[in-house]
């Protein structure tokens, strides 16, 4: 017996002729919905699933809808009027007075009333009936619709967690504009609903690889092949508890591309039921993620129209895993090991992985066994009609809210309601990133608002000044030692005087004179520096004015200059400086003292602050124009 083929399912990069456009339908109420307490079926799992496929970003890559509820018209194109008025009607609060039709329509156990069931429904059948629509319109190529996939639903019972079947509905929109529509199942459960609508025609072929034998809900036999026109149509493969990923790759690969050869459809559809992954509550397979997964890959190689569909899954954490790593197969990308961070990620502890890691559990299904319902299946296939056609008919009318002029309509509205916004949800929502941007441009408060939070280890996305900076300029220690002279003052003009500001060197004693040596390395040190600035120094003078204690003139001690204060820097086109002990005439001590005082009675004078308002940079003024004049003094 030959061995099955090992398992492959990396994301190639899809070339510029076979990039495919993504249309993903969420409506993010649907995750407020809930069944009953302790029921398995979970709808918050699909809240999950976005928010992951959200963080991987998987969003730039697609375009994102929320697709416009069915109604209850759209609904009974399949479903009768009454059992659809019904689940209008009916609510936790008046059930008591529905008991009769309660029982008519199964709902009950399995599929409980619970509030705002209805609006849930509408939500699950708009966004599949959407999907088609724009799979028709060759708006698409891949439709997704996760919150889609309830495959048990009868067209006047409800079954299996399932009320409406959107699938049905999907189906009957694309037989609109295509011949032939393929239906695979990939559900751990026969999808009896969707093969009993279609058992009688050759329009719509079911295919069905589901767990058979003492299980829910107990159909799905080998020899059940259709009637009538829809004759050798219907295609089920019965299995056994606990298949593996390498299993399931040989049956499923074959199967499909036998189908692919004889029935030659026009488009596809894909339920891809969680419940068949390994670990699952009510499940009894052993598919991985990738072995899950490598049947969405196998069915978007054909290269035509699919939608894909969610379905059963009820271990909340696998089953987003692998519909977030499904989705991004369908795009075209790899997802990394590690999740990323989302509102969810505390469900996946402790490994925080994007993997579904199959058990030890036995596999029940031989590969004789395999091998002998595959050779029946494909003996079935042979007695088809190869491609059976269709009478031409006129393609009936589009629905409302389903073409291109409701599309244009709503593009208006959005624009005249956003008419300041730069970027609407609309146009958020329809944008998808080009391979060869460089730089994309993140809104960041856009995607905080739609479920992309900032990851705790990724990188600046964000250019600022300081992210650049130069590796060659001086160190800020070499700097401010070279600008010792300079910090003490501020020149009273700039550059239009060229007059600054020096203090004694840091080796020289306080109070000392200072000799012309040193006073001449001070101002060599300090000048550059200084005069480079001057600019800067002059923006910045009414806040260092202020913050610096005011220049006093100069004291003479013993008829010798005292150094203790500041001295004023020479500048370039003056004569040379003053030496370090100048004998100084008595009458010019007697008026420096009189301008001393003469200073001190006007920064005092009660008019003087009243004029100035207190302001600090007059008292500098003042102060740096006593000191010049005494060395103009001086030079004399």
Known sequence: MAAFAPLDVQASAPTAGEKKTVAYFYDSDVGNYAYVAGHPMKPHRIRMAHAMIMNYGLYKKMEIYRAKPATKLEMTQFHTDEYVEFLNKVTPDNMDAYTKEQGRFNVGDDCPVFDGLFEFCGISAGGSMEGAARLNRGKCDVAINWAGGLHHAKKSEASGFCYINDIVLGILELLRFNQRVLY??????????????????????????????????????????????????????PLRDGIDDKSYKGIFEPVIKSVMEYYRPNAIVLQCGGDSLSGDRLGCFNLSMRGHANCVNFVKSF??????????????????????????????????????????????????????????????NSQ?????????????????TFAPSVQMTDVPRDPVGMNDEADAELDDADEDENADSRYTKRRWDKYIERDDELDPSDDEDGNEANGVRRQPNAPKRRRNVMDFQNPHAVADDDMASGAVSARSGRSRNGSANGIGSHTASDDGQEGSPLSDESEGETFNGGRED???????????????????????????????????????????????????????????????????????DTLHDPEFAKEAGHDEREKGDVAAEKATEFVEHAEQ
């Open 530 to 600: 200084s005069l480079s600035s001057g600019n800067r120094d002059i923006e910045d003078d009414d806040v260092d004015m202020a913050d610096e204690p005011a220049v006093a003139g100069p004291t003479v001690r013993g008829g010798h200059l005292a150094t203790d204060g500041p001295q004023e820097a020479t500048p370039p086109d003056s004569p040379p400086p003053v030496a370090a002990n100048p004998t100084v005439s008595s009458n010019i001590l007697d008026d420096t003292g009189n301008n001393a005082m003469d200073e001190g």
């Open 184 to 237: 695979i199942d990939i559900d751990v459960h026969h999808g009896d609903g969707v093969e009993e609508a279609f058992y009688t025609t050759d329009r719509v072929m079911t295919v069905s690889f589901h767990k058979y034998g003492e299980y829910f809900p107990g159909t799905g036999e080998l020899r059940d092949i259709g009637v009538g026109s829809g004759k050798h149509y219907s295609v089920n493969f």
């Open 368 to 384: 004789d066994y395999l091998q002998k319902i595959k050779i029946q299946v494909i003996d079935n296939l042979r007695q088809t």
């Open 303 to 364: 290269n035509l129209p699919v939608l894909v569909l969610g379905g059963g899954g009820y271990t909340m954490r696998n089953v987003s895993r692998t519909w977030a790593y499904e989705t991004g197969l369908l795009v075209g990308q790899n997802l990394g090991p590690q999740l990323p961070f989302n509102d969810y990620y505390e469900y996946y502890a402790p490994d925080y992985e994007l993997d579904v890691k199959p058990s030890n559990m036995d596999n029940a």
